[in-house]
């Protein structure tokens, strides 16, 4: 988690005694508030040092330092709480899920405590916390009381009344149903989330053409105009910084706005951080290639091979993975009318033979693991761990403990498939919400390169009519 390693690092400084209230977030995101006001010290003077070089011998140098120092000082102090409340988000859009998984559990007659500790199994954020209160409980603390002391840490409203409603329905008995219910309206709340965040995403999306396209396009035109563009006229070494530096960051920042603003989804695939030195590795080809006497087509071309044969595996892999969890539920709901008293290598066999490809190869898989005599935990945790999926995830906990009970399993697998059909429905709902900009990227990085050749064309001819130098690019 990035949190992680942020921790990590801080703890090479050494603390200073500052406090501020965004620091107040560090310690609860697992980072000492005083080496993190060290560490954001330290980068601060280090890069406003090197902005200030470039204005030397001027005094104004010494302006720009301090200026600089205060923003970039200001903006790092802010990182714990940006993390602490991403990963409150993390938590709201988990919560749901595992409130459901909580309420199929109770359903199974599984007690309420292991029912807590089997939900809490993971590295999610809503997951670590359940953790937290699990050790809290063994301490001697009540269900209720660690209930109510998680709900009061987490500045949620819709996790402390998913906690509170927990709690209540284990003072009164409640049955898993409720919660399940519960879970129902949570999820409800989240689609009027994301068509909330959609329509404020359009409105950057329109932003974002704008400064990727026709910015670029009046800056080459007004270059060539000369004298008589209505302009200040700019010099040939500064348009190039624009157009490669400065309007290319706007738009990223435009990008991560728009990003910051839809709710994250739990079963959506985790950035990884492995993604830095790919992409460091292609700067750097850049670079070189650009140095070398190859034409400018040829290195874009080298350029666009090297990252499709590193993304291309990992889209057929998050495609697969799609195609097996969207094939799950009617091979769940096949097997739903098959007798009780079942052991696992039968129920394997039946949802292959009412299973499709990927889906079918990979429930083959497990079931010559289950006539090679391997334990049923081990088959199920290998089944979603290969296939890093959290639906079948989910599908195998729930299924591994309902035979472990003793349970006539036929009764529960409907409510298993409707569990994933509910997860599918949220996240098809996510993307049809997203097609638009995603779309709208897709086209735009297909016809600026085009627009802005064009631009360079037209520039250059109005440049040589008006007697100067074509703008470069």
């Known amino acids: 988690m990035a949190d992680s390693r942020l921790a990590r690092i801080a703890n090479a400084f050494p603390p200073i005694p500052l406090s501020s209230n965004s620091l107040r977030f560090a310690e609860r995101i697992g980072i000492e508030p005083g080496r993190f006001a060290s560490l954001s010290l330290s980068i601060s003077s280090f890069l406003s040092f090197l902005l200030s070089l470039f204005f030397l011998p001027d005094p104004i140098a010494i302006a720009a330092f301090f200026l600089s120092f205060a923003i970039l000082f200001f903006l790092l102090l802010r990182i714990p709480r940006i993390l602490f409340f991403q990963r409150i988000s993390l938590m709201e859009s988990e919560l749901p899920f595992s409130l459901r998984m909580l309420g199929m559990l109770l359903e199974l007659n599984v007690p309420f405590a292991d029912s807590l500790s089997i939900i809490s199994k993971g590295n999610t954020p809503l997951a670590q916390e359940l953790q937290s209160m699990g050790k809290e409980m063994k301490r001697g603390a009540s ?111 435009l990008l991560i706005i728009s990003a910051s603003f839809f709710p994250p989804s739990f079963f959506s695939p985790k950035v990884s951080f492995s993604l830095i030195v ?121 299924l591994g403990h309902a035979m472990s009970a003793g349970h006539d399993i036929s009764r529960y697998l409907a409510l298993i498939a409707e569990d994933i059909l509910s997860a599918l429905e949220m ?14 990227l897709i086209f735009g990085a297909l016809l600026i390169p085009f627009i802005i050749g064009s631009t360079l064309t037209l520039s250059a001819e109005i440049a040589t009519l008006n007697g100067a130098p074509p703008p470069t690019g």
């Open 143 to 253: 269900i209720p009381a660690s209930l109510s002391h998680l709900a009061e840490a987490l500045q949620s409203i819709p996790i402390k009344r998913a906690l509170l409603g927990v709690s209540a329905a284990y003072e009164k008995g409640k049955s898993g149903a409720e919660l399940i219910r519960a879970s129902d309206d949570l999820l409800s709340l989240q689609k009027h989330a994301m068509k909330d965040a959609a329509s404020r995403q359009s409105l950057i999306s329109l932003v974002f053409i704008a400064i990727a396209v026709v910015l670029p396009s009046f800056l080459i035109l007004f270059s060539s105009l000369g004298s008589f563009s209505p302009l200040p006229e700019l010099q040939p070494e500064t348009i190039p910084v624009v157009l490669l530096l400065l309007l290319p960051a706007i738009s990223a920042l």
């Open 278 to 398: 790919p992409m460091f590795v292609v700067l750097l080809i850049f670079v070189a290639l650009q140095s070398s006497s190859l034409p400018r087509f040829l290195v874009f071309i080298i350029l666009l091979a090297a990252g499709s044969a590193y993304t291309y595996p990992r889209y057929l892999q998050e495609q697969k993975r799609e195609k097996l969890e969207s094939g799950l539920p009617d091979a769940v709901l096949a097997i739903s009318s098959q007798p009780p008293g079942r052991g696992l290598e039968p129920l394997l066999a039946s949802m292959s033979r009412y299973s499709v490809s990927p889906l079918r190869e990979e429930l083959l898989i497990s079931l010559k693991q289950a006539k090679a005599n391997i334990k049923q935990e081990s088959i199920l945790e290998d089944l979603w761990k290969r296939n890093r999926s959290p639906l079948l995830k989910r599908f195998s906990i729930f």
């Open 427 to 440: 996240r098809r709902e996510r993307e049809s919400l997203l097609s638009m900009q995603k779309y709208t």
